[in-house]
């Protein structure tokens, strides 16, 4: 087949800038490489880290840059704000890049399209093309309450969600469809691999092989639950050996500034006296490196979180992980790897006396992790690649 993709117009494929979505389109591309089963155009937004990425010189995936960033570009985005202020669903920069893609799009014949991410890109191509849509959905884009649902949901011919729970969202459209297919996240699980040595050290972050380690990793707001980990942390002082990392910065990318929410974090983390280590953004190469240093993983999302790639990684690494049961999490985890809890009621000290538990019970710990590793060999990215295509296939 002739298949085009259309990224979210945020951040570049391939993933030289991170981006859960991104690196998942990433993982199938490589596939596609590989097994050479389809002619792929890539639509993408231009960073200069591009140019010498590998991934450009496959003879089967192809990619189509659109420059939003340079001052040339930032003048024509502002006209086309102007102009066209009245037909906008996304921000504008977003709705320049799928203009300029449409451009495009419009002088080839693709027997698909995959939007990734951003299902309302139907209202704007479905009049230029007759290639089928297809929506590989990663978060809550479409359910009853998204404007103009059903007209983006009538345009689709086939629904890749990543989690049954985005799938249940979509069905509140229509509650006998019959669009959606559930295909699970991926995650290279040869760099997830914990018995490769780590290049990093704990001493090098201020620890020592004594503490007992929890590590955090994530975007760093409200929504990921970090905040009730720290308060968490508050009601352990009398474990002194317990200690936090803390893995992430409030957007992708290697950006340093701190917002306001991260700033009231380390304002209330100071009152643990270097029991919380931060350390900003990481690149993603290397998050299988700090990983290997921990004892477990806290993953405690206080929103439905649809089926995050933090969980997968820390599943791989063998660590006993405690987590919620929010979004598609549940479907990610068995509770012989994972303590799963609710957080409508109490769920500081929830998350306080499970830390105390696995922190006291090593044999426990143990076979946590043995179960969480077993587990972890259902989302290897190839699997997913796989899965990946053949809901592709069954869209023609």
């Not at 086309?80 to 203009?99: Q, R």
């Not at 691999?193 to 955090?216: H, W």
């Amino acid at each position: 087949m002739k298949i085009a993709i259309l990224t979210s117009g945020i951040l570049p494929v391939p993933a030289v800038k991170g981006g859960a979505v991104e690196n998942l389109t990433d993982f199938y591309l490589e596939y596609n490489n590989q097994h050479r089963l389809h002619d792929i155009t890539v639509y993408s937004i231009f960073d200069e880290a591009v140019r010498e990425h590998p991934a450009l010189l496959s003879k089967v995936n192809h990619y189509h840059y659109i420059d939003t960033d340079s001052t040339l570009a930032k003048v024509r985005k502002r006209i086309f704000h102007l102009l066209h202020k009245h037909e906008e669903y996304y921000h504008y920069t977003i709705e320049y890049y799928l203009h300029q893609a449409i451009r495009h799009i419009r002088s080839q014949h693709y027997d698909l399209i995959i939007l990734e991410n951003r299902p309302a890109y139907a209202l704007q191509l479905k009049k230029y093309t007759d290639a089928h849509l297809v929506y590989h959905l990663h978060n809550e884009k479409l359910d009853n309450h998204t404007p103009n649902f059903q007209d983006i949901y009538d345009a689709a011919y086939r629904i890749i969600t990543v989690s049954d729970y985005i799938a249940s969202r979509v069905k509140t459209i229509n509650i006998n469809d019959t669009k959606c297919i559930t295909v699970h996240n991926g995650i290279d699980l040869e760099a997830f691999a914990p018995d490769t040595k780590s290049t990093i050290s704990r001493a090098a972050l201020g620890l020592t092989e004594q503490d007992f380690l929890m590590v955090f990793s994530g975007r760093i707001n409200r929504d990921k639950g970090i905040m009730e980990l720290v308060e968490a942390m508050t009601l352990l002082k009398a474990y002194p050996a317990i200690k936090l990392l803390v893995i992430g910065s409030s957007f992708f990318g290697n950006n340093t500034s701190e917002d306001d929410f991260i700033k009231s974090l380390k304002d209330r983390a100071q009152e643990l006296k270097g029991r919380i280590v931060f350390t900003g953004f990481i690149p993603y190469h290397q998050m299988p490196d700090y990983l290997r240093i921990a004892d477990i993983a806290v993953i405690p999302s206080v929103w439905d979180d649809p089926f995050p790639t933090t969980v997968l990684e820390a599943q791989a690494m063998g660590l006993p992980i405690i987590t919620t049961r929010r979004g598609g999490i549940p479907e990610e985890v068995t509770t012989d790897g994972a303590i799963l809890l609710n957080t409508k009621e109490n769920f500081v000290d929830l998350l306080a006396t499970s830390i105390i538990d696995i922190y006291s019970h090593p044999n426990k710990r143990q076979a946590m992790s043995t179960a969480a590793k077993k587990r972890s060999l259902l989302f290897c990215k190839e699997r997913y690649a796989e899965d990946f295509f053949l809901a592709l296939a069954s869209s023609t």
